[in-house]
């Protein structure tokens, strides 16, 4: 397989995972939609920094380790999973106590732009990024998919690398339509019973993912 041919192959098969609905979706649809652009792009920028790491580990061969010990698989399954939940709790929380500037918020014409440190591209990036590499579930899907691509004779962390670009770049245009399409719902969002349900059900779901990575195998 030459590298062309293995960069195409490979940009089909993490094409059709990047557009599969899952966290990372609800996430970046979540933050943007109640008008936190700059924290919704921190939360890309976040994902895909994690991609970035685990394409270079999995290159590296570092993350041959989840698959060899049961005990370091577990450890950051169980780290993942409570992260998940937290985070999801916490989203539930914040609709059923509201902060008293949600009214304001409220009245703020929609294409105002939102401020403040929740809103920080810093804070979505550190989101984006736990959320990524608490799931020892992208480790193991690399491990197991990034070595059949990598060309026999190519430089192999250079190759995984490049290999692992194309998922980023697939992953920041998939999110430049999400982005887009949550802010077409933005000024319908910013209403309080709207923005109570999207937490409703993003926080549930974020609780799902994370309960399904705590009792799956």
């Known amino acids: 397989m030459e590298m062309t041919t293995a960069l195409w192959s490979f940009a089909l098969v993490v094409g059709l995972l990047t557009l599969t609905p899952g966290l990372d979706t609800a996430l970046i649809l979540r933050t943007s939609a109640l008008g936190h652009r700059r924290q919704a792009w921190g939360v890309v920028l976040g994902i895909q920094t994690g991609t970035l790491l685990w394409g270079a580990l999995t290159s590296a061969g570092v993350t041959?380790?989840?698959?060899?010990?049961?005990?370091?698989?577990?450890?950051?399954?169980?780290?993942?999973?409570?992260?998940?939940?937290?985070?999801?709790?916490?989203?539930?929380?914040?609709?059923?106590?509201?902060?008293?500037?949600?009214?304001?918020?409220?009245?703020?014409?929609?294409?105002?732009?939102?401020?403040?440190?929740?809103?920080?591209?810093?804070?979505?990036?550190?989101?984006?990024?736990?959320?990524?590499?608490?799931?020892?579930?992208?480790?193991?899907?690399?491990?197991?998919?990034?070595?059949?691509?990598?060309p026999a004779g190519a430089p192999h962390f250079a190759a995984g690398v490049a290999l692992t670009c194309v998922h980023v770049v697939e992953g920041l245009l998939w999110s430049t339509v999400l982005v887009g399409f949550a802010q077409v719902l933005r000024g319908w969002l910013r209403r309080p019973s709207a923005r109570r349900a999207m937490d409703r059900v993003t926080g549930l779901a974020v609780v799902g993912f994370g309960v399904k990575l705590a009792v799956s195998d």
């Open 64 to 150: 041959a380790l989840l698959t060899a010990s049961q005990l370091g698989y577990e450890i950051l399954r169980w780290a993942g999973a409570a992260y998940l939940v937290w985070m999801g709790v916490g989203m539930l929380r914040s609709r059923a106590h509201p902060e008293p500037e949600e009214t304001v918020a409220a009245d703020t014409p929609a294409d105002t732009p939102a401020h403040g440190p929740a809103d920080g591209l810093a804070a979505g990036w550190r989101r984006g990024l736990l959320t990524n590499l608490l799931n020892p579930k992208v480790g193991v899907f690399y491990v197991a998919v990034l070595p059949q691509f990598i």
